[in-house]
């Protein structure tokens, strides 16, 4: 029987600037084509079969994991980055399954406990170049899944891996070859690695207020004092005077992304007319052609300054960061000085590059797998 093709309907849909993977620039280890899916579609589904992709349910995105089970975790945000990022490609005639590819992935270096994790992390590495949640998540795609008899990696292609990589230092670019060139030349990554990186703003801007609520840290009061929130309340207060807070917070979030959304198509809409780039290798020479309107961009730099303040700097926030920094240090420090206290295989990799494989032990654990290994080694 003959399998059907990739969908040649949507190929012939997509604008000349999307990308296509019969014009990418490949995965470093040569593969046979796949009979009925396309190299990116590849990419998505390696990334969510893959292990560091499950362990994001259990790693901390604002709230600690195990303090309710209706805040976000890792896995719930990287599927609205997905949502929002597939939509706004739709939209623009460009690659969704590249654009969702790399939303699945952006996190997938994220240690436990989320910043405060990166941030103890970081410091515990600083004399072996420290740690960044966002290379570690290349490094976890490219070396650290072990899933392949003939490489390390999930090999992918070189635009998700492009993606993926959102910022990165110079001393770090030179080692990364193509990959680097960008950081080192200026240059833009595709237009879906564009959409995906905003597509994180809009969905952990969004969530995290929506989240902050439901964790009584923050106020619709105090948001009322900020521009995004507070137009799209006044105008359900309107429509629906005695709306209860719940469905006033859910219908007010669901404008904001809205709104947020559709300042971003159409921006963006405008921005490539104006440009319009010969095709997908183009759009690297150009300014950022996926960008919110001058209008927009104060609007959401309030809400991310509101959040900063109110929320991942509440005391509350605070204190629990604080706890999981110690902890972090603490593993760090247990198997600095006995790599033997790793499971045989970090322990073996320890032996062949050093202190790195701690480093990438700890940040491929789960909130509650670290608490339970700080609790097994101290006490
Ligand atoms: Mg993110």
């Known amino acids: 029987m003959n399998l059907p093709g990739p969908d040649p309907r949507e190929t012939r849909a997509l604008a000349p600037w999307a990308a296509r993977p019969a014009r990418g620039r490949g995965r470093v280890h040569a593969e046979p084509a796949a009979a009925t899916r396309d190299d990116y579609q590849r990419d998505r ?32 945000h990287s599927l609205e980055v997905a949502q929002i ?33 990166q941030d103890a992390l970081n410091a515990c590495m600083a004399e072996q170049g420290g740690f960044e949640h966002n290379l570690q998540s290349l490094r976890v795609v490219d070396a650290l899944e072990q899933r392949y008899a003939e490489f390390d990696g999930l090999n992918l292609t ?15 670019a030179r080692t990364l070859g193509a990959l680097g060139e960008r950081f080192l030349r200026g240059g833009q990554p595709s237009l ?6 905003l597509a994180d703003e809009i969905a ?13 840290l923050v106020s619709v009061a105090q948001l009322r004092g900020v521009d995004l929130f507070a137009k799209h309340a006044a105008a359900l207060d309107a429509r629906h005077p005695r709306l209860d807070e719940r469905r006033l917070i859910a219908e007010t979030v669901r404008a904001m992304i809205n709104e947020q959304v559709t300042d971003l198509l159409r921006e963006s809409a ?31 730099a309030e809400l991310r300054r509101f959040l900063m303040q109110a929320l991942y700097r509440h005391p509350a926030v605070l204190e629990r960061m604080g706890e ?15 790599p033997g206290r790793m499971p045989a295989a970090h322990h073996r990799r320890c032996d062949e590059i050093g202190p790195r494989a701690i480093a990438d032990y700890i940040a491929g654990m789960t909130d509650r797998y670290a608490i339970s290994e700080y609790h097994r080694l101290h006490g």
């Open 158 to 172: 070189f635009e998700t891996r492009e993606g993926i990589l959102k910022h990165c230092p110079a001393s770090h």
């Open 85 to 117: 990022g597939r939509s706004i490609a739709r939209a623009l005639r460009l690659n969704e399954d590249l654009c969702e590819a790399i939303a699945l992935a952006h996190d997938l270096g994220h240690t436990p406990f989320g910043h405060a994790g």
């Open 270 to 300: 405008h921005r490539i007319a104006d440009a319009c780039p010969a095709d997908e290798r183009a759009v690297r020479s150009l300014p950022a052609l996926i960008a919110f309107s001058d209008a927009m961009r104060p609007r959401v």
């Open 204 to 216: 952990y801007g969004n969530h995290d207020v929506d989240d902050g609520l439901r964790s009584g």
């Open 324 to 338: 999981a920094k110690r902890m972090i240090r603490a593993l760090h420090a247990a198997y600095l000085a006995n």
């Open 45 to 76: 589904d390696r990334i969510v079969h893959s292990n560091a992709f499950r362990r994001l349910e259990y790693k901390t995105q604002v709230f600690l994991n195990h303090e309710g089970d209706m805040f976000r975790t890792r896995l719930t």
């Open 192 to 197: 879906e690695a564009q959409i995906a990186n």
